[in-house]
């Protein structure tokens, strides 16, 4: 859904959402050096069968953050080619904003909490 809001919060909120993703990117790399000492630790099925889905999963996860953030990154060209055909009362000006974003932020980082949760109870175990 579209509605408007101030460009300067748009670009803030943008800015965080990237330095979030970035943050669960490297994330990502931590919990796959994580499965990958669990891995030279223990050699049975389950252990074995268990990281495959974990990896599957991360791999899904980094996926995703890349998708969201070139729609971030879309969103924020469209604000700047919008401030470059008008320049004048940019911190009080209205943009098109994309409701959805939000959403799609907190599907993310619910699933990647759940995730990270999922992750840090089986290193505990095989650890």
Do not use: C, P
């Amino acid at each position: 859904m579209l509605t408007k809001a101030y460009v300067y919060d748009q670009h803030e909120m943008h800015q965080d959402w990237l330095s979030r993703l970035a943050f669960y990117k490297e994330e990502i790399n931590i919990f796959r050096e994580r499965l990958g000492e669990i891995i030279i630790r223990n050699t049975n099925d389950e252990v074995k069968k268990t990281i495959e889905v974990f990896e599957n999963k991360l791999i899904m996860q980094r996926n995703y953050i890349d998708e969201i953030r070139q729609s971030i990154r879309l969103h924020e060209s469209k604000i700047v080619e919008e401030i470059k055909k008008n320049t004048v009362a940019v911190n009080h000006r209205l943009s098109e904003n994309y409701d959805g974003e939000e959403d799609i932020m907190g599907y993310l980082e619910k699933n990647f909490a759940e995730l990270r949760e999922a992750i840090n109870r089986f290193a505990a175990k095989w650890m």
